[in-house]
């Protein structure tokens, strides 16, 4: 935020998780803000995630690479319009990269390329429960790039929904990202504080980019 008086540092939230404030400086967020307006469009756009046995997800998702469904991931959007899925472009790809090399060091960078996007959109009211990001079939670190409105980002541990957690407030511009011991570790964002966003920003709630290696 500009004008804080002490700078957010870079946090270790849990072994292997790391939360980098302030990560993308304004230009960054807004290119990548673009970006996420053409994702969202047909076909194979922005939707709203059933999951089985009723209900739906409150945060709605566009994927890229390979689309996620409950619970899995398929080439097109199988439980959307049934559009193929748009394609991983190379640029998240040396993003996610940097993220890790950043936060966990260059020595956590993955071999196998990162290959998957998931864009969460929360509107207003919208959260995410506890959960843990467990399709893929790799153990390569998660990387987590918000913009927009600021949130409470609940950090817990691989065994439990529950305590012991962290949590951390993630605002446009922060990288979270989350291997090692703690890649399985239950998260969720219980909070989003609406009208959070920097002004000017031109986004009205937040995103959140979530980058992945299949391992598929
Ligand atoms: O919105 C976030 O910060 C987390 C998103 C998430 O956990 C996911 O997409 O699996
Ligand atoms: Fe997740």
């Given at each position: ?25 304004a ?11 053409e994702?969202?469009?047909?076909p194979?756009?922005l939707?709203t ?18 689309h996620?469904?409950?619970y ?6 199988v ?6 899925v ?9 993003l996610?990269?940097?993220?890790v090399?950043?936060?966990l060091?260059?020595h ?12 969460n959109f929360?509107?207003p ?5 506890m ?66 966003a ?7 709630g ?11």
């Amino acid at each position: 935020m500009d004008g804080e008086l002490f700078p957010r540092a870079p946090a270790r939230i849990a072994p292997g998780a790391v939360h980098h404030p302030d990560w993308l400086d304004a230009e960054a967020q807004r290119a990548l803000l673009d970006a996420c307006r053409e994702w969202a469009r047909p076909p194979a756009g922005l939707r709203t995630v059933r999951i089985p046995g009723g209900g739906t997800m409150s945060a709605r998702q566009v994927c890229l690479g390979r689309h996620w469904y409950p619970y899995g991931y398929a080439p097109t959007a199988v439980d959307g319009d049934g559009a193929p899925v748009k394609p991983f472009p190379d640029r998240l790809g040396d993003l996610a990269r940097r993220a890790v090399a950043d936060t966990l060091g260059a020595h956590e960078v993955p071999e196998a390329p990162y290959d998957i996007a998931l864009v969460n959109f929360y509107g207003p009211g919208a959260r995410m429960g506890m959960h843990r990001d467990a399709d893929e079939h790799a153990d390569a670190p998660v990387v987590s790039v918000s913009l927009g409105d600021t949130c409470v980002f609940r950090f817990g541990n691989p065994g439990t929904r529950t305590r012991p957690y962290t949590d951390v407030t993630l605002r446009s511009g922060d990288l979270f990202v989350f291997g090692g011991p703690s890649r399985y570790a239950y998260h969720g964002v219980p909070r989003v504080y609406e009208g959070t966003a920097p002004a000017g920003s031109g986004l009205t709630g937040r995103l959140n980019i979530t980058l992945r290696v299949s391992g598929l």
